[in-house]
């Protein structure tokens, strides 16, 4: 299990890039950090989530 934002996923085995598309977020409006690492977003793609590992997706939001 992957926890993600606070949530227990079923996400192990996936990329991060292949787990954000899944869930709907947009990859080139998100920042991913994953067990405290901010993950570059040309890596995302390559980087592969562990059993254990703790992700938190921020999006960015506009507002004034």
Known sequence: MVT???KQEQAAGMSILAYLQSAGYS???VVVERN???IPRDRLGAVVLEDGDSV???RFVGGG
């Open 36 to 38: 405290l690492e901010i």
């Open 56 to 58: 938190e997706v921020l």
């Open 4 to 6: 993600i934002n606070g």
């Open 27 to 29: 990859p080139d409006k």
